[in-house]
């Protein structure tokens, strides 16, 4: 069954403390994102990665950092020095079916309510 | 830097009504654009896609969208929606230059249907 998982599904971190997100998808696709979504802001990127061992700041990249050792995984850790971290976290992957071309349409985890105590 | 704009935040229909979803989009070049749906408590998925040819395009659930280039827009449209259609309905763009393609996402609506 092809698709995105996220764990964990609820989050609950002490002020001060790093936690780490985890994002892994088998569908073979290239480009891995991380979102946070808020009510009425959308989704607002925070990192992307469109090869392994790569990854580029999102709009909003301050206080996380990723990894993308493995083309699979893209995990996102919200440090302390995320003023804000209390959120809804989503992981999305996609395909570029052309090399240089445009990326397909991407698919999403299931999400982690993230909040902090 | 490109963004995405949609013009209803909340909309409260009536089963039977029509849809009309309005969705701005500001970049000058080669754009990919998306609707998605976020159904209560499910993922994110693709309710319809424009790379290019026909700008009517039509997506899951009689759902469709029209790419009016001169515009800068994509709306979505559904002639009559139903009390399933109540979910929260983001605009999406894929644009870029050198390759790139980063995806920008609008506000998001929050669509209600009254049964």
């Known amino acids: 069954d092809g698709g995105i998982t996220q764990s964990p599904k609820y989050l609950f971190r002490k002020e001060g403390q790093n936690v780490t997100l985890s994002c892994e998808q088998n569908?073979?696709?290239?480009?891995m994102y991380w979102y946070r979504q808020d009510p009425g802001q959308g989704l607002r990127l925070i990192y992307y990665?469109?090869?392994?061992?790569?990854?580029q700041k999102g709009d909003i990249a301050e206080g996380y950092s990723v990894s993308r050792e493995k083309k699979e995984s893209f995990p996102l850790t919200v440090t302390s020095a995320q003023k804000n971290p209390t959120a809804f976290y989503l992981c999305?992957?996609?395909?570029?079916?052309?090399?240089?071309?445009?990326?397909?349409?991407?698919?999403f985890g299931p999400g982690t309510r993230l909040t902090v105590l | 830097a490109q963004s995405v704009s949609q013009h209803n935040h909340h909309v409260i229909l009536s089963e039977a009504a029509s849809l009309e979803l309005g969705c701005n989009y500001s970049?000058?070049?080669?754009?990919?654009l998306f609707w998605y749906v976020q159904y209560p408590g499910q993922h994110l998925q693709l309710l319809l896609k424009?790379?290019?040819?026909?700008?009517l395009v039509k997506g899951i659930k009689g759902f469709e969208a029209e790419f009016i280039k001169s515009k800068f827009s994509f709306n979505l449209r559904k002639p009559s929606v139903q009390w399933s259609d109540t979910a929260e309905y983001f605009c999406?763009?894929?644009?870029?230059?050198?390759?790139?393609?980063?995806?920008?996402f609008g506000r998001g609506t929050s669509l209600i249907v009254h049964p």
């Open positions: 999305a992957s996609s395909i570029r079916p052309v090399a240089g071309g445009p990326y397909n349409e991407q698919f």
């Open positions: 999406a763009v894929n644009a870029g230059a050198g390759g790139s393609y980063i995806p920008t």
């Open positions: 569908l073979n696709h290239d480009a």
């Open positions: 970049y000058g070049g080669t754009v990919n």
């Open positions: 990665s469109q090869i392994v061992n790569d990854f």
């Open positions: 424009y790379f290019s040819g026909d700008p």
